[in-house]
């Protein structure tokens, strides 16, 4: 078994990526996705890299099952079981105060209706000690009525499970009992260990409605991949950016909701290892449909501790992204005269007007195509010829509407569009105090490469990095990353109250407890790390923020008491502008973060093939160039721009001003003129 391969299963294509342990040869490729069995896509382009499943010693993947479940609301039927008098919790939820003022403003509607919601008595103090005890007729019923109209999960949110889960860990015994293999059990405490009722409860329906969906498919695939000899654990991506095997994931569903997309940020981070000095990155992930932004801050990926999917909160370490409706598909058309960009898409059927599927309105794509910036004979490595007709022809009629000439509106529509990614990348760096000139911008996805040097120009950012397979990318990704354990326990102290031993004892606690799941996800004694944080506020605060600890040890030395409220005045500068260090702080919840490292690959350079370049006309600013297009391999020491930089797997645009080498690891390094 010599190859390590990472998967990166898209809504249109399956993207691979095979790393030979015994040469350090990378191949990429990709394979188009087959919704009805994604299993078949997954073995044809296992097939296209040449990877037997006998052959292969690791493998990891992502998957967006549970997020498509979701956004396209064919999840499961789920019954919510919490404690008596608080069944309308996940229904009243909370307002949205940055909407508080839009008439137009809807809640999203619950995933689990009123009528489907059970109460058992049952009661803790918020300190975890028992006042009523559980009713445990009250879930039996609830495990008959699921038996009885067929639903596939049971959600179960007790008050203060959080604080001591014995009345839920009693409820799961219960149904599990009633219910067999047949429901899928979710216990909040197990989902999300945290306060806050609505998050929990939410966190916990999550799970309940994605997990079968999720469970059923990694279930499949596995059994699929050891029919044909696979002899390792199938492992899969978390939102976290860190690894499971596969069994964990489909004991914990929910931290796969983002599984696909983190990848990229994860290879972000493994860029900014390589590339030494670079410790800040922006991630943009440029596709057909959408465009991905994160962040690599000091070489770690911008990890937040909760988040909003769809309208609905989850408590969970989940890498901070923000995406938007802009990509290579995004649809030109007009509105009030005036010229606008997406979000809607023109998709996989029938595609940018380019493609010759049938497609009449102009995309991002088209326009690329009449500014010559795509080579239509060796699109997609030559997989697809382009009609070039057919995009002047749906760029013309769009042209003659708003009354532009057509190569005019080509560029009017990439500039549009290279605008709304720029404010996408503001949304996530200078709205929260971060200035983008201090970062480089890693660009990927079949459309990065072609924009980004245009989206940093913008911004003023001075260096672009282009890295190996861009299309890819994500999947490339997922081949660096941990194996990842979050675990957390409250700890609720005021500042006065605040036992340093205790606080330490409880950390070592996790840290046990973080090392025995890595030990249980085959990580071995010396690949492992344990980091440890806490969540922190002022006296009188609602929310809190998050403050790397040194170890498990130093709440108990002399001086802590200082040092983290110092700390927590810096961060609280840098998130929000201002602190209060005179203020009395209060301590609510540690986190242990369980870290497991596999070996690095050790990437072979690439070899230069010497082919000559293309030239072809491109237009930059209104101005017809004559543009070298070069292919990647064939690419090495510097070029100034204009040029035009094709691949397999994606287009890389170099305007005039700028200039592109290649490294030592194959990346392309693009320094952007202002």
Same mark, same amino acid.
């Given at each position: 078994?010599?190859?390590?391969?990472?998967?990166?299963?898209?809504?249109?294509?399956?993207?691979?990526?095979?790393?030979?342990?015994?040469?350090?040869?990378?191949? +990429?490729?990709? /394979?188009?996705?087959?919704?009805?069995?994604?299993?078949?896509? &997954?073995?044809?382009?296992?097939?296209?890299?040449?990877?037997?499943?006998?052959?292969?010693?690791?493998?990891?993947?992502?998957?967006?099952?549970?997020?498509?479940?979701?956004?396209?609301?064919?999840?499961?039927?789920?019954?919510?079981?919490?404690?008596?008098?608080?069944?309308?919790?996940?229904? %009243?939820?909370?307002?949205?105060?940055?909407?508080?003022?839009?008439?137009?403003?809807?809640?999203?509607?619950?995933?689990?209706?009123?009528?489907?919601?059970?109460?058992?008595?049952?009661?803790?103090?918020?300190?975890?000690?028992?006042?009523?005890?559980?009713?445990?007729?009250?879930?039996?019923?609830? +495990?008959?009525?699921?038996?009885?109209?067929?639903?596939?999960?049971?959600?179960?949110?007790?008050?203060?499970?959080?604080?001591?889960?014995?009345?839920?860990?009693?409820?799961?015994?219960?149904?599990?009992?009633?219910?067999?293999?047949?429901?899928?059990?979710?216990?909040?405490?197990?989902?999300?260990?945290?306060?806050?009722?609505?998050?929990?409860?939410?966190?916990? &329906?999550?799970?309940?409605?994605?997990?079968?969906?999720?469970?059923?498919?990694?279930?499949?695939?596995?059994?699929?991949?050891?029919?044909?000899?696979?002899?390792?654990?199938?492992?899969?991506? =978390?939102?976290?950016?860190?690894?499971?095997?596969?069994?964990?994931?489909?004991?914990?569903?929910?931290?796969?909701?983002?599984?696909? @997309? *983190?990848?990229?940020?994860?290879?972000?981070?493994?860029?900014?290892?390589?590339?030494?000095?670079?410790?800040?990155?922006?991630?943009?992930?440029?596709?057909?449909?959408?465009?991905?932004?994160?962040?690599?801050?000091?070489?770690?990926?911008?990890?937040?501790?909760?988040?909003?999917?769809?309208?609905?909160?989850?408590?969970?370490?989940?890498?901070?992204?923000?995406?938007?409706?802009?990509?290579?598909?995004?649809?030109?058309?007009?509105? +009030?005269?005036?010229?606008?960009?997406? @979000?809607?898409?023109?998709? /996989?059927?029938?595609?940018?007007?380019?493609?010759?599927? !049938?497609?009449?309105?102009?995309?991002?794509?088209?326009?690329?195509?009449?500014?010559?910036?795509?080579?239509?004979?060796?699109?997609?490595?030559?997989?697809?010829?382009?009609?070039?007709?057919?995009?002047?022809?749906?760029?013309?009629?769009?042209?003659?509407?708003?009354?532009?000439? @057509?190569?005019?509106?080509?560029?009017?529509?990439?500039?549009?569009?290279?605008?709304?990614?720029?404010?996408?990348?503001?949304? %996530?760096?200078?709205?929260?105090?971060?200035?983008?000139?201090?970062?480089?911008? *890693?660009?990927?996805?079949?459309?990065?490469?072609?924009?980004?040097?245009?989206?940093?120009?913008?911004?003023?950012?001075?260096?672009?990095?282009?890295?190996?397979?861009?299309?890819?990318?994500?999947?490339?990704?997922?081949?660096?990353?941990? &194996?990842?354990?979050?675990?957390?326990?409250?700890?609720?102290?005021? =500042?006065?109250?605040?036992?340093?031993?205790?606080?330490?004892?409880?950390?070592?606690?996790?840290?046990?407890?973080?090392?025995?799941?890595?030990?249980?996800?085959?990580?071995?004694?010396?690949?492992?790390?344990?980091?440890?944080?806490?969540?922190?506020?002022?006296?009188?605060?609602?929310?809190?923020?998050?403050?790397?600890?040194?170890?498990?040890?130093?709440?108990?030395? @002399?001086?802590?008491?200082?040092?983290?409220?110092?700390?927590?005045?810096?961060?609280?500068?840098?998130?929000?502008?201002? /602190?209060?260090?005179?203020?009395?702080?209060?301590?609510?919840?540690?986190?242990?973060?369980?870290?497991?490292?596999?070996?690095? +690959?050790?990437?072979?350079?690439?070899?230069?093939?010497? =082919?000559?370049?293309?030239?072809?006309?491109?237009?930059?600013?209104?101005?017809?160039?004559?543009?070298?297009?070069?292919?990647?391999?064939?690419?090495?020491?510097?070029?100034?721009?204009?040029? *035009?930089?094709?691949?397999?797997?994606?287009?890389?645009?170099?305007?005039? !001003?700028?200039?592109?080498?290649?490294?030592?690891?194959?990346?392309?390094?693009?320094? *952007?003129?202002?």
């Amino acid at each position: 078994m010599t190859f390590r391969v990472a998967m990166d299963i898209g809504g249109t294509f399956t993207d691979v990526v095979r790393y030979d342990e015994r040469s350090g040869q990378v191949v +990429a490729s990709k /394979a188009p996705s087959t919704p009805g069995d994604l299993a078949e896509g &997954v073995f044809a382009a296992l097939d296209r890299v040449g990877a037997d499943p006998a052959d292969i010693s690791f493998f990891v993947h992502g998957t967006t099952q549970g997020l498509n479940a979701l956004l396209e609301r064919k999840g499961a039927k789920v019954l919510l079981l919490t404690s008596e008098g608080a069944a309308d919790v996940y229904q %009243i939820a909370r307002g949205n105060r940055t909407r508080m003022f839009d008439l137009r403003y809807r809640k999203p509607v619950p995933l689990v209706p009123r009528e489907r919601v059970m109460e058992a008595g049952g009661r803790l103090d918020w300190r975890g000690r028992e006042l009523v005890p559980l009713d445990e007729a009250a879930v039996r019923r609830a +495990a008959r009525r699921a038996l009885a109209e067929g639903f596939d999960a049971v959600a179960v949110c007790l008050l203060f499970s959080y604080a001591d889960p014995v009345h839920e860990v009693r409820a799961g015994e219960i149904l599990r009992e009633e219910l067999g293999d047949r429901v899928l059990v979710v216990l909040s405490h197990e989902a999300a260990r945290e306060w806050r009722e609505y998050e929990r409860t939410s966190s916990a &329906v999550l799970e309940a409605y994605t997990g079968p969906v999720v469970r059923r498919y990694l279930a499949g695939i596995g059994a699929r991949f050891a029919e044909r000899g696979l002899g390792v654990a199938v492992h899969v991506m =978390q939102s976290s950016g860190g690894l499971v095997n596969a069994a964990h994931a489909m004991a914990r569903p929910l931290q796969t909701l983002l599984s696909g @997309p *983190v990848g990229g940020t994860m290879g972000g981070v493994a860029v900014a290892r390589l590339l030494g000095g670079r410790r800040n990155a922006i991630c943009v992930d440029m596709g057909g449909t959408s465009f991905d932004v994160s962040l690599v801050v000091d070489g770690r990926p911008d990890i937040a501790t909760e988040a909003s999917i769809e309208g609905f909160p989850v408590l969970m370490p989940i890498v901070n992204l923000h995406t938007i409706g802009a990509g290579g598909g995004s649809l030109a058309y007009a509105e +009030a005269g005036a010229l606008r960009v997406g @979000p809607e898409s023109a998709g /996989a059927v029938p595609g940018p007007a380019c493609y010759g599927r !049938g497609g009449l309105r102009p995309t991002v794509t088209d326009a690329n195509v009449v500014l010559g910036r795509v080579d239509p004979e060796w699109f997609a490595g030559g997989l697809m010829s382009l009609d070039v007709g057919a995009a002047r022809a749906a760029v013309s009629g769009l042209a003659g509407e708003l009354g532009m000439e @057509p190569v005019r509106l080509a560029e009017g529509i990439c500039q549009v569009a290279n605008a709304k990614m720029a404010q996408a990348i503001r949304t %996530i760096t200078v709205e929260h105090g971060i200035e983008p000139r201090e970062f480089s911008l *890693v660009a990927f996805g079949g459309a990065g490469a072609m924009h980004a040097a245009f989206i940093a120009r913008e911004l003023g950012i001075g260096e672009v990095v282009v890295p190996r397979f861009p299309g890819a990318f994500s999947a490339w990704g997922m081949l660096e990353a941990d &194996v990842r354990r979050d675990l957390t326990e409250p700890h609720f102290r005021a =500042q006065d109250d605040l036992d340093g031993g205790a606080m330490a004892q409880a950390l070592a606690r996790l840290e046990a407890a973080a090392s025995r799941e890595l030990a249980g996800q085959g990580v071995a004694d010396d690949r492992r790390r344990v980091e440890h944080a806490v969540d922190m506020r002022y006296e009188g605060q609602d929310y809190t923020l998050t403050i790397p600890l040194l170890s498990a040890e130093e709440p108990a030395s @002399p001086g802590f008491l200082e040092r983290i409220a110092a700390r927590y005045a810096e961060a609280h500068t840098a998130r929000y502008g201002h /602190a209060t260090p005179e203020a009395a702080v209060e301590f609510v919840l540690l986190r242990s973060t369980g870290l497991g490292s596999f070996p690095r +690959a050790q990437a072979a350079p690439p070899v230069v093939q010497e =082919q000559a370049a293309a030239v072809r006309t491109v237009v930059f600013d209104g101005v017809e160039y004559d543009t070298p297009v070069v292919r990647r391999a064939a690419l090495s020491g510097q070029l100034s721009g204009p040029a *035009v930089v094709v691949e397999e797997t994606a287009t890389t645009v170099v305007p005039p !001003g700028c200039l592109v080498s290649v490294d030592e690891f194959g990346f392309l390094i693009i320094k *952007v003129a202002s």
